[in-house]
């Protein structure tokens, strides 16, 4: 920041304080460090959910009534500059600091997309907050992108001739923002949403969670019936990305099967997904067996844990990734019913972990 930004910042600073003044003390902290106003570095809403021990709906109350009593005063106090004020991490600028950074959000998840695709995906969240309604008219777009800083707009030269919008850095994303992009992003022909929401509770989020934001979240785009993938540019003189009904043909993968070792463990063997955080279906015929269960799985000094429910299992990714296991190649998991422990290995191989 130059002077004058430091001066806009350390106004809005104090400004964000007054309005807080009289919250109760964890209140008004959380709310400072959400919109980035308290500390070098903005956490995330889930990192000061997990330090106050709260629900992360209530940081996010606290931060939107901030950022609220904030806008309402914003022209009288005059803390607004032309310019972001803590650079592309933490933008304030006049108008909808909130809807801003959502949009570098979704744009950091998607990658450039010509501004005709930005309200077309815009449209799924309804206008709830943060996803406020955009500018329309691309010369309003323009002059409000420009003044909040952190954007880049460049003509586009496809048929349709709407600009191109992109972030000038990439915003740090929220938990799910991570959780999508991170399962999404190399799946371009999309991910069964029941694979998707039972990565998601392996990852620690609820299945709930990202259920809702399927259903609303501009990032993601359903391509066929229970299939999602991230939202990209169309290539080319293509239309913008529209919905497809079709979905491609699944790579003919070998099935899942399942017996038992000499030692009395149950083994399921099946071919990898291509998934950062792998769940795979547990055959009906022994899914009773081991509902519900968690087996340990790992050398004595670094166990992780194996866990079965709703007739899946998941767990074992960090161990698929030590070992540089890829997708689609086929991988046993014997699990000892009695001793509660597991073993991973790659079909045909002896030696397992």
């Not at 800083?149 to 850095?169: E, K, L």
């Not at 022909?189 to 299945?207: I, N, T």
């Not at 009904?245 to 291509?274: H, N, V, Y």
């Amino acid at each position: 920041m130059d002077q004058s930004d430091e001066k806009d910042f350390d106004a809005l600073q104090e400004a964000a304080r007054a309005v807080s003044r009289d919250w109760p003390a964890n209140k008004a902290s959380m709310a400072l460090r959400a919109v980035g106003l308290d500390g070098d570095v903005r956490p995330s809403l889930d990192e000061i959910a997990a330090e106050n021990g709260v629900s992360r709906e209530t940081v996010r109350r606290a931060r939107n009534q901030l950022l609220k009593e904030l806008d309402a005063g914003a022209q009288r106090l005059g803390i607004y500059s032309a310019q972001s004020l803590a650079g592309a991490d933490s933008a304030f600028t006049d108008g909808a600091p909130a809807t801003l950074r959502a949009l570098r959000r979704f744009l950091t998840m998607t990658g450039p997309l010509e501004w005709d695709q930005v309200l077309t995906a815009w449209a799924r969240a309804a206008g709830k907050p943060p996803y406020e309604p955009l500018p329309t008219d691309v010369v309003s777009m323009q002059e409000w992108l420009q003044s909040a800083g952190g954007f880049s707009i460049t003509a586009d030269s496809s048929a349709s001739g709407s600009p191109v919008i992109d972030v000038s850095h990439p915003e740090a994303l929220d938990r799910v923002g991570r959780f999508l992009t991170a399962t999404l992003c190399e799946h371009p022909d999309g991910v069964d949403r029941a694979d998707l929401l039972a990565a998601a509770e392996a990852a620690g989020l609820k299945s709930t969670t990202i259920a809702t934001a399927l259903s609303q979240h501009p990032a993601v785009l359903r391509l066929g019936r229970g299939t999602w993938a991230l939202r990209r540019r169309a290539n080319g003189d293509d239309p913008p990305a529209r919905v497809s009904m079709a979905r491609r043909k699944p790579e003919r993968m070998r099935p899942t099967s399942f017996g038992w070792d000499a030692d009395g463990s149950l083994s399921i063997e099946f071919s990898l997904p291509r998934n950062p955080s792998p769940v795979i279906a547990v055959p009906k015929a022994i899914a009773h067996l081991i509902e519900g269960r968690q087996f340990q799985i790992g050398e004595a000094n670094r166990r992780m844990k194996i866990v079965v429910g709703n007739a899946r299992l998941w767990g074992f990714g960090p161990i698929v990734s030590e070992r540089e296991i890829t997708g689609g190649q086929r991988v046993r998991i014997s699990l000892n019913l009695i001793s509660g422990t597991a073993r991973l290995e790659t079909a045909g191989r002896e030696n397992g972990i």
